[in-house]
Every structure is written in structure tokens, then in C-alpha cells.
């Protein structure tokens, strides 16, 4: 049992209240899962200032003013560094791929939670309550965000088990349940070259979609190759630069609703979660359906 929330504005006058609107949001899904909590935002000019890539990271062999000077010195160029609890963001005015490159060699052992030039993913484990102070959640803004709550099952307790996974740029996926045949799928992708981070099934779906992606699927496409590729219970939140997507398995046994107004459209596993935002009484309120893939593009 697990949490996922997420948030899609359309309406850019409610973007300074994004991490507001998110962490409340956050908060109700404790109740979900206390193991570990993370967020995806994306558009935050802190965090993804115009015109600089951002990587983030986790658990970095080095306090965030000392990582920051050694991927300063692998890039050869200036880094802004952010300690965000167990997360640390870097930014720089580099390509994506150079500022990863840089990071990988400064701070071998260091775990990255995503890269890109709109998203940044904080996460770690303890309860969502005090991550989400960490994060500074409430002092985010942006155009969407995306939320999880862990409970662990088919992992351990680590911060590298924890949601959201992004492994392709500017992506990342968050889920409740479990794929049964996730260890086969792994090996598949392995087989071809692609590395993984965690023993956390999760992993295995994000990786999958960011390969479908890679070669050219658009994201409901991706999903619904997903479908027809794994087993098991499962609902799935994923979102790239410009998309925010939901699917769920066959049964569609694990809880979702979605929420929908000319200002935002909103996911979540109980409706309560949703309560706090703008207009919701005003909103389109409904049950996802099974293996139906529900997406808006920005």
C-alpha cells in the first residue's frame, strides 16, 4: 500500500502555489506509507532556473557544499549546489548530459534521482510529513508536480527505493502496487544494456517506459505497451516535460480517482487527498477505468 498524488495546472496563475497545493496533498497520503516519501516538480525557477540543466542526487559520499566544488571542478565550470535533505540538486548553465557526466565522475557511489531542464525529483526515506519540510515543498512553484508515499514490499527501506523514479530526462513515474514479473522484464533490459539503481520493481516499469520513449513512443503509447508487458496490481502516475498520464492494471484493484477543471487536472489515490484545491467542488470526479490510458499534454 502506497500513496500517489499529482497535480497538472493549466491555469498559470496557480503556479506559485504548486508545492503548496502538493504538500497537502503529500501529507494526506502519509497515512499510506511512512518508509519513505518523494516529489517530482516540475517548472520551479529554483530549482530549474531558465536556460541551466539540474541534476539531482542521493546519497552523495560528500555534505553539499564539498559535492558542489567537485562537480565544479569535473565540469570546468561554475555549479550551484542545494542540499534538500537526503537530496542534493546541482545547477548549471551546461547541457544535461555534460552536468551528468560531471556528477558521475565527481561523486562516484551517488544514487541520481533525475536530470533534465524542468524537473527536479526530491526524495528520501522517513515520514512524508518531515520530508516534505526538508524538501521545502511549500515554498515550490511550478506547472506540475507529482507525489509518492512508500510503504515497502518488494524492496528494502532505502532511500534509492523511494518514489518518484526518473530515469530518462525529465521524466518520472510513481506507482502504487506490485509487477509480479518485474525480475524477468529486468533481466530483458539488462540483456540490452540498460542499468539499474535499486531492487525496487517500480524501477523496472520506469525503465521500460523511458525506453518505449527513447525510441520514439509518445507516453500513451509507452503505457499502454506496459499493459500488455507486465503482470500484476498496479495503478501508475507518469509525467514528462510536457504530459501527465495515468493507467491502471486489468483488476484495477489499487485505488485512484482523478479531478478535473479548466484550472488543473489532479490524481490521486483517495479522493480526500484532493479536498484542498481550488474549485474542487467544482471539479469532473471520476474512477479511472482499467487499462485505459488517461493523458494531457501541456
Same mark, same amino acid.
Given at each position: ?33 511512512? !518508509? ?7 517548472? !520551479?525557477?529554483?530549482?530549474?532556473? $531558465? ?58 557511489? $551517488? ?106 513512443? !509518445? ?10 508487458r507486465f503482470d500484476g496490481f498496479y495503478t501508475l502516475l507518469v509525467a514528462t516535460e510536457n504530459s501527465f498520464a495515468v493507467v491502471r492494471d486489468a483488476i484495477a484493484c ?7 477543471? !479548466? ?27 482499467p487499462e485505459v490510458v488517461y493523458a494531457w499534454e501541456r
Amino acid at each position: 500500500m502506497c500513496g500517489i498524488a499529482g497535480l497538472h495546472l493549466r491555469n498559470a496563475a496557480l503556479q506559485p502555489q504548486l508545492g503548496s497545493l502538493l504538500q497537502t496533498m503529500l501529507c494526506q497520503a502519509a497515512e499510506r506509507g511512512t !518508509d519513505a516519501a518523494g516529489v517530482g516538480i516540475y517548472g !520551479d525557477a529554483s530549482l530549474n532556473p $531558465a536556460g541551466r540543466a539540474t541534476v539531482c542526487v542521493i546519497e552523495s559520499p560528500l555534505a553539499a557544499a564539498e559535492a558542489t566544488a567537485a562537480v565544479q571542478a569535473a565540469l570546468g565550470q561554475p555549479v550551484d549546489g542545494r542540499g534538500s535533505g537526503q537530496t542534493t540538486v546541482f545547477t548549471a548553465a551546461a547541457a544535461p548530459e555534460a552536468l551528468e557526466a560531471a556528477v558521475r565522475a565527481a561523486l562516484p557511489g $551517488a544514487v541520481l534521482t533525475s536530470r533534465g531542464t524542468n524537473l527536479s525529483v526530491l526524495k528520501g526515506t522517513g515520514h512524508p510529513d518531515d520530508l516534505a519540510t526538508t524538501f521545502r515543498l511549500a515554498e515550490a512553484s511550478g506547472y506540475q508536480g507529482v507525489a509518492h508515499t512508500r510503504m515497502a514490499t518488494e524492496s528494502a527501506v532505502t532511500s534509492t527505493g523511494s518514489h518518484p523514479y526518473s530515469v530518462g530526462p525529465d521524466q518520472c513515474m510513481v506507482h502504487n502496487g506490485s509487477f509480479a514479473n518485474h525480475a524477468t522484464i529486468r533481466r530483458e533490459l539488462e540483456a540490452e544494456g540498460i542499468a539499474f539503481d535499486s531492487q525496487n520493481d517500480t524501477e523496472v516499469g520506469a525503465r521500460f517506459v523511458a525506453k518505449q520513449l527513447a525510441e520514439g513512443a !509518445d507516453v500513451e503509447k509507452a503505457l499502454r505497451l506496459l499493459c500488455e508487458r507486465f503482470d500484476g496490481f498496479y495503478t501508475l502516475l507518469v509525467a514528462t516535460e510536457n504530459s501527465f498520464a495515468v493507467v491502471r492494471d486489468a483488476i484495477a484493484c489499487k485505488p485512484a480517482v482523478i479531478a478535473e477543471t !479548466d484550472e488543473w487536472v489532479a490524481m490521486a489515490s483517495e479522493y480526500r487527498y484532493l479536498t484542498g484545491l481550488p474549485g474542487v467542488e467544482n471539479a469532473r470526479i471520476f474512477e479511472p477505468e482499467p487499462e485505459v490510458v488517461y493523458a494531457w499534454e501541456r
